[in-house]
């Protein structure tokens, strides 16, 4: 009985679905293929986050790097187990050629974003012109200010966290086509400039001093490079000055951190008796005018 099971269900098994010059499909082999992709997709992942970051921890990489090589490690391992199990299923050249063809008409007419996400997706990921950790500013997007922290970036899209803890889902070609400001690309140390104004009756000089002042009281302010105060410029109501510091703790909350020291600058002036003038005009009345109207 058992014999004639394993015969019932090898002769199943072997019976062919497609044939062709060089394709010959059975269904034990469509099963197999079948199999080995379904196989792989955990299976990358398992390499991806337990064995290849567990190794590249190790090299000292950041986590940028270790994320991107992770990521094309596991895509590697897809495409790897996509092809083992179109040759496994039996599938010929000729066949897959028409397929990829068919594919690829399919791309031009109604997939071209999701193709050109995905391109993008492997662009940011070897290129790597932004990476998991870094704070990104892409401007003024649907009338909001958009920026944030980037936790993920897969092959479709990457994943941005706000201030306000809000997920944001980004396409990737946004980052390829449009322009992009990364707090911390490089590193960490950003300078910020905060810009103030001053009545036209106050010491430049004395202005100067507060504003050093200020950024020496603030602990999260650099003392190297030193901050510097520059003399922006005359003004319609005011003269204009820029503070120059540096930063390597505030780069997730750059809104914050100016807030507080413009906070801190106002209330430095104020026990100054230094004035933050408002906007003045100056209105002349013509004695012609007057007449005419009389």
Same mark, same amino acid.
């Given at each position: 009985?058992?014999?004639?099971?394993?015969?019932?269900?090898k002769?199943?098994?072997?019976?062919?679905?497609? /044939?062709?010059?060089?394709?010959?499909?059975?269904?034990?082999?469509?099963?197999?293929?079948?199999?080995?992709?379904?196989?792989?997709?955990?299976?990358?992942?398992?390499?991806?986050?337990?064995?290849?970051?567990?190794?590249?921890?190790?090299?000292?990489l950041?986590?940028?790097g270790?994320?991107?090589?992770?990521?094309?490690?596991?895509?590697?391992?897809?495409?790897?187990?996509?092809?083992?199990s179109?040759?496994?299923?039996?599938?010929?050249?000729?066949?897959?050629?028409?397929?990829?063809?068919? #594919?690829g008409v399919?791309l031009?007419?109604?997939?071209?974003?999701?193709?050109?996400?995905?391109?993008?997706?492997f662009?940011?990921?070897?290129?790597r012109?932004?990476?998991?950790?870094?704070?990104?500013?892409?401007?003024?997007?649907?009338?909001?200010?958009?920026?944030g922290?980037?936790?993920?970036i897969?092959?479709?899209?990457?994943t941005?966290? /706000?201030?306000?803890?809000?997920? #944001?889902?980004?396409?990737?070609?946004?980052?390829? /086509?449009?322009?992009?400001?990364?707090?911390?690309?490089?590193?960490?140390?950003v300078?910020?400039?905060i810009?103030v104004?001053?009545?036209?009756?106050?010491?430049?000089?004395?202005?100067?001093?507060?504003?050093?002042?200020v950024?020496e009281?603030?602990?999260?302010?650099?003392?190297?490079?030193k901050?510097? #105060?520059?003399?922006d410029?005359?003004?319609?109501s005011?003269?204009?000055f820029?503070?120059?510091?540096?930063?390597?703790?505030?780069?997730?909350?750059?809104?914050?951190?100016?807030?507080?020291?413009?906070y801190?600058?106002?209330?430095?002036?104020?026990?100054?008796?230094?004035?933050?003038?408002?906007?003045?005009?100056?209105?002349?009345?013509?004695?012609?005018?007057?007449?005419?109207?009389?």
């Open positions: 009985m058992e014999r004639d099971f394993f015969s019932i269900a002769a199943v098994l072997s019976q062919s679905i497609y /044939t062709s010059a060089d394709t010959n499909i059975t269904i034990g082999s469509l099963l197999l293929g079948i199999m080995i992709l379904i196989i792989s997709i955990p299976l990358s992942s398992i390499i991806e986050k337990r064995i290849a970051r567990k190794f590249l921890g190790r090299t000292g950041g986590k940028g270790q994320y991107a090589i992770g990521k094309i490690l596991h895509y590697f391992i897809l495409v790897i187990a996509l092809f083992l179109i040759e496994i299923a039996g599938i010929g050249l000729t066949s897959l050629t028409l397929f990829a063809g068919a #594919v399919g031009g007419f109604g997939l071209q974003n999701l193709f050109q996400n995905f391109i993008s997706g662009l940011l990921l070897i290129e012109p932004i990476k998991v950790g870094d704070y990104i500013d892409l401007g003024n997007v649907n009338g909001d200010e958009l920026a922290k980037v936790v993920s897969g092959v479709r899209s990457t941005i966290v /706000t201030n306000d803890n809000i997920s #944001v889902i980004v396409p990737n070609s946004d980052f390829i /086509t449009n322009q992009v400001t990364n707090w911390s690309h490089s590193e960490d140390t300078r910020f400039r810009t104004g001053v009545s036209y009756n106050s010491d430049p000089e004395e202005v100067q001093a507060v504003l050093l002042e950024a009281e603030n602990p999260n302010i650099l003392k190297d490079p901050p510097k #105060v520059f003399f410029g005359f003004g319609d005011s003269l204009n820029e503070l120059a510091i540096w930063n390597r703790t505030h780069t997730l909350r750059p809104r914050s951190f100016r807030s507080d020291v413009r801190a600058i106002h209330k430095k002036l104020k026990e100054r008796g230094i004035e933050i003038p408002y906007p003045q005009r100056d209105i002349h009345i013509r004695s012609g005018f007057l007449n005419n109207n009389n």
